[in-house]
């Protein structure tokens, strides 16, 4: 793992050209790595390559059945967009790059303008670590430049991982879409990440969901795509009692400095934009002011029905602000979930009694998300094999799959059938005798 | 199985729309309920839920491993393009609308204009059925007219099923694409099937051969999606007496009567089209003359290079007709093969003497196709859990999976994460102690 023998110049680069923290940046060098070695378990326990038989029946009347068998290849190669919110975790040794080159597809991968020089040298440390493996160099690549629509319209691009914005990710995703070959795009755009306070537990522990709400708002200022930026909670006393809570901790919070100027603006252009909007009510800004590229925390509220007849409130303003709706009891929480666009995430604060509300709810949160969690925040995005980080539109582009976890390799896969081959040309992972010890399926029965 | 209670309506009703012979429509019908039985063996035994979890670790540092757990559920309404060419396997009751409600999707399926009566038939008996079930009757609806583009843009339905026409399927996915929440389709369209005669097969058992392909092109009138339009063979005397011979048996057989006036004045155009290619000779045609929407079988043939130079003599003529390209050897198969747009079938007829051959062309052939079958024709496409009826564009516009086969129900399903979930509030797939008894894999692995 070559990126190890560079990681105090690749962590130095990064925290000079993004500003995050070194602690920080070392730990997501950690989870690049850790991300790694799971796409190799993955690899090495099979399930992914997706084979399968069909027992030929020769006698069978009035035809027989074939020999058919199946695996997955990698659909060619992917163009990566990396995030740039984490210029090691999801950025060019990230988990797109990670999962492509798993799923067999050679990456060519397009340096994030917020951290150039960080990408040269992670893409430098995978050049030494392939060639160190005796792969051929072709496999990794990188680009700079404004090459990204190119690269997506380029022939032999064959899928596209993209983390950005819903403003970039769809003009991509029309060039992909419009090729004479039309390819796959994984865009990861945009998600207000709603979070749902019940009646019990606002009631039961209302200040500390209120500490951990601002705590999760404000972690990295707020720049994670799954950032809790929209809050459902009724109105009343016991709401009352959480927003001042939660303005009171925001006060407390400095600004702080963001990835890069454009983010910076937007996120103030955004902040804006709440500002102004006919009904949204300022509660309160962190301490101090904010300095050059720097992000202040801000929260705001709203009612129901103004959040309900302004569609753009739905916006992501990313950074370290959240939007307060507050909402006539649980039929409340059904009106507003009705209009909501797809999320990355839904989180629920609830006791035992809040149960049965959040019962009925299921299935239209389970259409909105693609990770509902419990007395938690989204963000925290754990490399594992449950793992959802995904949703449906504008969250992601392709709901069917994750950019996290173990279906992400499968998003690179395409299956080939195998009719009547005769034995010596089989490849191996479709071989009797299974000399790669694959999990293998026959007549669509787990097999040995 | 309410289709069966209306077989003999069913079966003289599609007769009379699109003069299928009576043995064949049985047949199909018995393929249609049989598809039904194979999504139901797949639902019981329960992998295509996709249950996984990640054990949590609650002792980790520095923060604890969530309780994460996935499964799989319906994206939401599917909206079903049948086919012409299998007015019961692949139109109303045919495979998309059994997968998607596999997945747990309801159907709204657009009656195809060719067997309009024959759909009304097919969905009164779905509607029979799913009452004596207790279903919900809103779970399948059938539409008729021109109603295509408003069903695709409707805001209601989630992915989309289709097969037909290469110029039908792209305006269809266009709108697809562009709809304020893009949603996924999946479009069989156009393939011409590439047939590879090497030349030890050639030389051993070449008339017999030929037989074969004259009976697989003008099975159906040539109106499978996996009929063989396309031959790749060498020039020489063993090519040349595998074309005399074809030629010999396609000079017996008479003209058919098609599904449509539309397919057969298509076919008319489409054989036209090659007579007036430059380079492109007649070779022969069926016997008699063509009646009144019928197809008259036809072969021609093209040079390697005058193929290669027009890529107009790609596109599929849907019918009876083939054309033969003679290749500089075995290196102009590859020649020709990286010239292709992308196949459902690649046929490969060869002998141990050609094994060498073949196996260095397979990563080509991999990439062309998504089914690659040894010594027969792709006409018969088996439903069974390894089989891919897909491939890369325009064979289909979603190479990752396939419309016939295990896969074909995940086409219609999308991940959902279940964090720190209280037992009471996980869906009885993910609970503990497995009351569905679904297959469950833990930590990536398959587990109990």
Redesign the interface.
């Known amino acids: 793992m070559r990126l190890e023998h560079h990681s105090a110049d690749i962590v130095a680069s990064a925290h000079a050209e993004t500003a995050l923290p070194v602690a920080r940046l070392q730990g997501e060098l950690g989870r690049t790595t850790g991300q790694l070695r799971f796409f190799a ?2 690899l090495r ?1 099979g ?1 992914f390559a997706g084979v ?3 027992s030929p029946l020769p006698e069978r009347l009035p ?1 027989p ?2 020999d ?3 695996r997955r ?1 990698g ?2 190669p992917v163009a990566v967009f990396g995030a740039s919110n984490f210029p090691l975790a999801f950025s060019v040794a990230g988990g797109d790059t990670a999962s492509a080159l798993a799923a067999g597809c050679p990456v060519v991968c397009k340096a994030h303008s917020g951290h150039p020089e960080t990408s040269r040298l992670v893409a430098i440390a995978i050049g030494e670590a392939l060639q160190a493996q005796g792969f051929p160099a072709g496999i990794f690549s990188l680009v700079t430049g404004s090459v990204g629509a190119d690269l997506v319209a380029h022939p032999a691009i064959r899928a596209v991982g993209f983390t950005g914005s819903r403003h970039g990710g769809t003009a991509l995703l029309a060039i992909a ?1 419009s090729r004479r ?2 390819i ?1 795009m994984y865009a990861e755009m945009s998600s207000i990440n709603p979070v749902l306070l019940f009646p019990g537990a606002l009631k039961s522990r209302g200040a500390s969901i209120a500490a951990d709400f601002v705590a999760s708002l404000t972690l990295g200022v707020g720049q994670f795509c799954t950032n809790p930026g929209l809050v459902l909670l009724p109105r009343g006393t016991d709401g009352d009692a959480f927003r001042d809570a939660a303005v009171a901790a925001l006060s407390q919070l400095p600004a702080g400095t963001m990835l890069t100027d454009g983010i910076c603006e937007a996120y103030g252009a955004g902040v804006a934009a709440w500002e102004n909007a006919p009904g949204v009510r300022a509660l309160g800004r962190g301490a101090g002011a904010a300095g050059i590229r720097q992000g202040l925390p801000a929260l705001f509220e709203v009612s129901m029905a103004d959040f309900l007849a302004q569609p753009m409130l739905q916006q992501e303003v990313f950074g370290p602000a959240g939007l307060l709706v507050r909402c006539e009891g649980s039929a409340g929480f059904r009106q507003v979930l009705q209009a909501l ?2 999320q990355l995430t839904v989180a629920l604060h609830m006791d ?1 009694t809040d ?1 049965a509300d ?2 009925e709810l ?1 299935p239209l949160l ?2 909105l ?8 925040f989204g963000t ?1 995005v ?1 490399v ?5 980080h ?1 949703g ?3 969250a992601t ?6 950019s996290v ?3 992400a390799l499968e ?1 690179f ?10 034995a ?2 089989l ?1 191996e992972a479709l071989r009797d005798g299974n000399p790669w010890n694959l ?1 293998r ?1 026959r ?4 097999a040995q």
Chains 1, 2 share one sequence.
């Open positions: 378990f993955i326990e399930s399968q038989f069909d035809a059945r074939p058919l068998r199946q290849i659909v060619g879409q070959v039309p796959p666009e797809g035992a149960h959040a019962h299921l389970e259409r998300a693609g990770r509902i969690l419990v007395n938690g925290g754990e594992a094999h449950a793992m959802v995904g449906p539109w504008p582009s392709d709901s069917r799959t994750t976890g173990a279906l998003r896969l395409r299956p080939v059938c195998y009719q009547n081959f005769p010596e040309l490849p999990p399926r007549d669509g029965r787990a």
